[in-house]
C-alpha cells in the first residue's frame, strides 16, 4: 500500500491516551465507508492505528489504508464482482489464525460491514473457532450516493420503505417481489448492480413498471471521481453501457438526482461529475 505517495493532513488520534477500540485476540468486523476518508467513523480510525493486522477489502480506499499503523501487517483479501477472489474459506481461516496468535485482528470491508459483506460467515467461523469478535459500523454506499445526487431513500407521501438488493446474486433475484417493486413510488438501491442492469429492467417491465420510472446510477460514491448516470428505466441498460463504468457502481430505481431537468436521450447522454 502507496501510504508514502499520499498527502494527508489529517492528525492522528491520540490512542494512548483514549480508551482502546482493539483487543488482542478479538476481530473485529469494521466499515471503511464509501471512501472517502472524511465519511471515516472515528471508531474505526482508532480501530486502524491499533490493530496489528488488517485483512482489507479491495474497494477500501487508498487514502483510508495510509491511516493504518506503520506496523500493521496489511493483507489484501478482497473478492471482485466476477473475477479472481480470494476462497472465502481462506479469509476465515486467517481470521482465526491471526486471531489465535494473540493479535489485534481487524476486517476491514468497504461500507458497512453488515450490508452484502459476507459477515454472517466470517462471525460463524469465529465461533466455531472460539475467537470473540466485535462489529464497528460504516457508513454504507445506499447513504453516500443518495446524499450526492440531493435525495432522500424515504418521502413521505411516496414511499415509506426502501430495499436494498445486491445484483451480484443473480438467482437470488428472481426471488424478490418484482410485482412491489414495479408499483409507482417504490424506491430500491441495486448494489453491484451493473451487470444485472437489463435483467432488472426486464423483470420490472414484466411486472408492469412504467418505462420513464427514473432510475440513477452513481459510481464511486463520495470518491473524488464520483460520477452520477441520470436515466430511465427504459434506457437503462443502454445508457450504463454507453457511460462505461469501470468503478463500483450503486443504483437507485425510482429516484432522480434533485437538481435534473430532463433526462437526456440515449444519444445525449450526459454522465455529471459531482
Known amino acids: ?158 414511499n415509506s420503505s426502501v430495499r436494498f438488493l445486491t445484483g451480484h446474486d443473480m438467482k437470488g433475484f428472481a426471488d424478490h417481489d418484482w410485482a412491489q417493486l414495479a408499483r409507482p413510488g417504490e424506491v430500491a438501491a441495486v448494489y453491484m448492480g451493473k451487470k444485472s442492469a437489463r435483467f432488472v429492467q426486464g423483470r420490472l417491465l414484466m411486472h408492469g413498471a412504467d418505462r420513464m420510472t427514473p432510475v440513477t446510477v452513481v459510481e464511486n460514491a463520495s470518491r473524488a471521481d464520483q460520477r452520477v448516470l441520470a436515466t430511465t428505466l427504459d434506457q437503462l441498460p443502454a445508457d450504463l453501457a454507453a457511460a462505461n463504468f469501470s468503478g463500483p457502481a450503486l443504483t437507485f430505481l425510482g429516484l432522480a438526482p434533485r437538481n435534473a431537468i430532463a433526462v437526456a436521450a440515449p444519444s445525449e447522454i450526459q454522465v455529471e461529475l459531482a
Open 1 to 158: 500500500m502507496p501510504r508514502d505517495t499520499l498527502d494527508l493532513h489529517l492528525p492522528s488520534l491520540p490512542v494512548a491516551g483514549a480508551m482502546a477500540v482493539m483487543c488482542p485476540g478479538v476481530v473485529a468486523f469494521a466499515g471503511s465507508g464509501p471512501g472517502d476518508v472524511d465519511l471515516l467513523t472515528l471508531k474505526v480510525l482508532k480501530a486502524l492505528q491499533e490493530a496489528d493486522v488488517i485483512l482489507y477489502d479491495r474497494l477500501v480506499s487508498d487514502e483510508i489504508m495510509a491511516l493504518a499503523h506503520v506496523d500493521a501487517i496489511l493483507e489484501d483479501v478482497g473478492k471482485e464482482g466476477f473475477g479472481p477472489s480470494m476462497a472465502q474459506d481462506e479469509i476465515c481461516a486467517r481470521l482465526v489464525y491471526h486471531a489465535k496468535r494473540g493479535l489485534k485482528v481487524l476486517r476491514l470491508k468497504s461500507g458497512d460491514p453488515t450490508i452484502f459483506g459476507r459477515l454472517d460467515e466470517e462471525l460463524s467461523a469465529c465461533e466455531a473457532a472460539d475467537v470473540d469478535t466485535q462489529i464497528l459500523p460504516g457508513i454504507t454506499a445506499a447513504s453516500a450516493a443518495v446524499a450526492a445526487i440531493g435525495q432522500s431513500l424515504t418521502q413521505r407521501g411516496r
